[in-house]
């Protein structure tokens, strides 16, 4: 009897350990200090951002306006190759802000959430407002849940709505649902710390993409009543929109543009599905496609 005691404290043991040292390798987990490490050894900083990740925006005539909103934890620069070209076709006046806390360093986003960026965005829409005559939006992740939220206070032209962040997609080998373990273990895991730099499964795209490598956690479980109440709120949206995503994307699940797409009360409203991309779809492998859908939409909406 007592060697059956041994044995399951044995493997009591070695569970005990190698749960605490995968939490030790794979986030934050009794390494708060250490938040900025891996990012400000990685980037090259100018005036105290990773370089050439400000704001832009693109000048033409104010006749029809675009504002870009980028992913959490990256930067505009996701939102660059759209910009132009959309500029280059329409001759329409582009402009992507930076969200506070992002393009600096990890440690800044805290106390960062989506109440917070959206109160920047609104403040952009109301420049924007007073000098164009019409506004889409276009938005990636955390960024598409920006757009719609918008989109549910103000009136737009058109709206555009990349990989969003609705529901996680789920993994077999995490049973307890992603909403619960952020809730409980936030705090405590302060940060993931990432094997790739983004979900981009184009591995030339993945290698430019500037993102932060330790991502905190807290400002998404400080973000999920903000995404709860723009799902819930889908309704007040009636702007012509296109949804893209892709069936593989490892972080937001692809039931995020199906409860969009049913929520919503667009007359005008699409859905395209990719197989080849992962999560960030503007610099994926479908990125061309997925600018061009956007491009011939404007063109049919305007």
């Given amino acids: ?30 390494q708060e200090s250490k938040i900025n ?30 504002l870009m909103i980028h992913s959490y934890a990256a930067t505009p620069l996701e939102m660059k190759s759209l910009g132009e070209k959309i500029n280059n076709e329409f001759g329409d006046f582009v402009f992507a802000p930076l969200l506070s806390g992002h393009g600096e360093l990890p440690g800044n986003l805290s106390g ?12 952009y829409y109301n420049q924007l407002d007073e000098n164009c005559e019409n506004i889409n939006l276009a938005g990636s992740s955390f960024g598409s849940i920006l757009s719609l ?32 373990r952020i809730k409980f273990l ?10 790739k730099i983004a979900q981009i499964n184009d591995p030339e795209a993945r290698e430019i993409h500037v993102a932060y ?13 903000f995404i709860h109440l723009t799902i819930n709120n ?38 395209k599905i990719f197989k080849k991309s992962n999560h960030v779809l503007l610099l994926d492998y479908d990125r061309e496609e997925v600018i061009k859908n956007i491009i011939e939409f404007e063109k049919n909406n305007r």
Avoid at 2 to 30: D, E, H, P, Q, R
Avoid at 50 to 62: A, C, L, Q, V, Y
Avoid at 213 to 225: G, K
């Fill in 1 to 30: 009897m007592k060697y059956k005691y041994f044995w399951a404290l044995v493997v009591i043991v070695f569970f005990s350990t190698y749960l605490l040292n995968n939490l030790f390798t794979s986030t934050g987990f009794l």
């Fill in 37 to 66: 490490s891996r990012d400000i050894n990685r980037w090259e900083y100018e005036n105290g951002l990773i370089k050439d990740t400000h704001p832009f925006s693109i000048s033409e005539n104010n006749e029809t306006c675009w």
């Fill in 112 to 123: 960062k959430n989506l109440n917070g960026w959206y109160e920047e965005i609104e403040f």
């Fill in 149 to 180: 939220r918008l989109a549910e206070n103000y009136e737009f032209n058109n709206l555009y709505i990349l990989n969003p962040f609705v529901t996680k997609t789920k993994r077999w080998y995490k049973p307890i649902p992603f909403e619960t």
């Fill in 186 to 195: 936030a705090n405590i895991l302060e940060y993931d710390k990432k094997e």
């Fill in 213 to 225: 490598w330790n991502m905190p956690i807290v400002p998404i479980r400080d973000s999920l009543p």
């Fill in 234 to 271: 889908l309704n007040k949206v009636s702007e012509s929109i296109l949804i893209q995503q892709s069936s593989g994307d490892e972080t937001a699940d692809i039931e995020s543009s199906k409860i969009i797409y049913n929520g919503v009360s667009s007359e005008i409203k699409e859905m």
